[in-house]
């Protein structure tokens, strides 16, 4: 459970917000971001082999994985991986790619298995990606079937959901998560249930829409009968943390609000005060944003599909609600989300437009915003600020305000 060490300098936070007339002392000018970061080929190439084949990123839940042999293909970053339970009900990730001639080892986007075999030429591997058995054995001398198992993924869960990555000396999940785990044990990871998932395609570059979800500065503007009737941004208070993590907590303009899509939902009861009576919003670099509550979570997930388009899928869980299907509640809740997502997306596709023009020379961050150019120095260094033309490197400023715990 979060403990009161997190707590109170989350209230503190937002106490100064409401109160502060400036920037606080020492807080820089945030330099622009170049536009060519949203457009450049070379740049896009970069990211693409640096973050997103490089990175933790969120694969799915174990419910969608319920029985040893049920298994899932995600292919998210380009490459084809497979991700299954073992009969030791290990998930495991492996590329969907047989050690023979590449053939596909799964065709289907999900199901069940008793084991994996290659339908091009028959080579059979357990679920724990060990090869088994080939066809005309005496065709392969000097074949030791020990190392021809197919290629493992990292694959690393936080409570019920499971994460991928395609670097095989990445940091540990937990470990590159920092202090978030500790922050969410108050919403039980390891009793979260999935709910609901549906994908929207967006016509403009992941980072373009991204951006939206990392501030609150537009509230006033695209939200005046929904989201802003109930959080007051003035009061919103924000911790960055190392390897482009952060945290945005926004307050409720009354105390006694409750979110009517929410009436009749098992809560938790192990909710800190911040999840249960505010608007705690993570990110989880580099792709993952979720308003977390004591009611339901929701992984908002920015997937790119190309230089100009990309995918925003959204994932729905809550407190296990004791068997069968998710409660009626729910319908109500996932319709009031959807129109508030409509707010969110319905300027990217201009905003696409706008990057590319040559009306479009950077983007202009306030202070507000800072998360934004959080993300992208993070990206640089993930990149190498050294493989980066110089013309579109973001400037180092925000290392001082970042902090390796809410209470530091």
């Not at 945030?30 to 997103?52: C, K, M, N, V």
């Not at 998560?177 to 039980?188: F, N, R, S, T, V």
Request: hydrophobic share 35%; proline share 9%.
């Amino acid at each position: 459970m979060v403990n009161r060490a997190s707590v109170e300098p989350i209230k503190a936070g937002m106490r100064y917000e409401f109160e502060r007339t400036e920037p606080p002392p020492g807080f820089p000018k945030l330099p622009r971001i170049p536009g060519g970061r949203y457009t450049d080929p070379g740049f896009l190439a970069l990211e693409h082999r640096y973050l997103w084949q490089r990175s933790w990123l969120y694969a799915c839940h174990l419910d969608e994985l319920p029985q040893p042999g049920s298994f899932l293909l995600f292919k998210r970053t380009g490459s084809p991986i497979l991700i299954v339970r073992g009969k030791d009900d290990v998930v495991r990730a492996f590329y969907n790619t047989c050690r023979h001639r590449g053939g596909p080892v799964v065709k289907e986007p999900a199901g069940r298995a008793e084991g994996l075999v290659c339908q091009y030429h028959g080579w059979t591997y357990g679920l724990d990606g060990r090869l088994l058995n080939l066809r005309d054995k005496r065709d392969f001398p000097d074949f030791d079937p020990r190392c021809y198992g197919l290629n493992a993924v990292r694959c690393e869960r936080l409570g019920n959901w499971v994460f991928v990555n395609e670097d095989p000396d990445a940091t540990p999940l937990l470990a590159s998560l920092g202090e978030i785990p500790a922050l969410w044990a108050d919403i039980q990871p390891e009793q979260q249930r999935f709910v609901h998932k549906k994908s929207y395609r967006v016509k403009c570059n992941v980072k373009v829409l991204l951006d939206a979800f990392l501030e609150v500065y537009h509230l006033k503007s695209i939200h005046q009968n929904t989201v802003d009737r109930f959080l007051d941004y003035r009061g919103t208070t924000i911790t960055l943390w190392p390897h482009g993590h952060s945290l945005m907590v926004t307050p409720n303009r009354r105390p006694d609000w409750v979110d009517p899509g929410t009436k009749g939902l098992l809560r938790l009861a192990s909710a800190s005060e911040i999840t249960a009576n505010h608007n705690p919003s993570y990110h989880v670099f580099p792709n993952l944003v979720t308003p977390i509550a004591d009611s339901g979570i929701p992984f908002i997930l920015f997937w790119p599909a190309g230089a100009r388009e990309m995918e925003i899928e959204v994932v729905w869980f809550a407190p296990d609600w004791g068997g069968g299907e998710p409660p009626p509640q729910w319908q109500t809740r996932l319709a009031n989300f959807e129109r508030i997502l409509y707010e969110d997306t319905q300027f990217a596709e201009y905003i696409q437009e706008s990057v590319e023009s040559p009306g479009f020379n950077g983007v202009n961050l306030n202070y507000q915003e800072r998360r934004i150019y959080h993300w992208h120095e993070e990206l640089d260094r993930r990149i190498g600020a050294e493989r980066v033309a110089e013309h579109l490197r973001v400037q180092p400023v925000l290392a001082p305000f970042v902090v390796e715990t809410i209470a530091s």
